[in-house]
Nanobody, 123 residues
């Protein structure tokens, strides 16, 4: 069992930066693949990025590639999302998620989810 708690969201101007954190609890966290997803009002949840359990592989949606960076600190049971050059279209609730088996973009393959943190980018 893994519990996830996101933090670091807020209001930022376009072009600014935010760093989201995801604190994980659970003995098996170090073996889980991790992802960040976001959901804007009236839209479906969409994949943002993922990192493999080893940390050696990362994957990004085209819309954030070159602006966002996912990382993890196994010793601290943390996953981070550094977001730079933010745009108004990045406004959404951001969720971190854990997948025991798959390194994937598919939300249905993630077994554990955090409650989310709101990111609002003003233009």
């Amino acid at each position: 069992q893994v519990q996830l708690v996101e933090s670091g969201g807020g209001l930022v101007q376009a072009g600014g930066s935010l760093r989201l954190s995801c604190a994980a609890s659970g003995r098996s966290f170090s073996t889980y693949n991790m992802g960040w997803f976001r959901q804007a009002p009236g839209k479906e949840r969409e994949f943002v990025c993922a990192i493999s359990w080893t940390g050696r592989s990362t994957d990004y949606a085209d819309s954030v590639k070159g602006r966002f960076t996912i990382s993890r600190d196994i010793a601290k049971n943390m996953v981070y999302l550094q977001m730079n050059s933010l745009k108004a279209e990045d406004t959404a609730v951001y969720h971190c998620a854990a997948s025991p088996q798959y390194y994937t973009r598919m939300p249905r393959e993630y077994a554990y989810w955090g409650q989310g943190t709101q990111v609002t980018v003003s233009s």
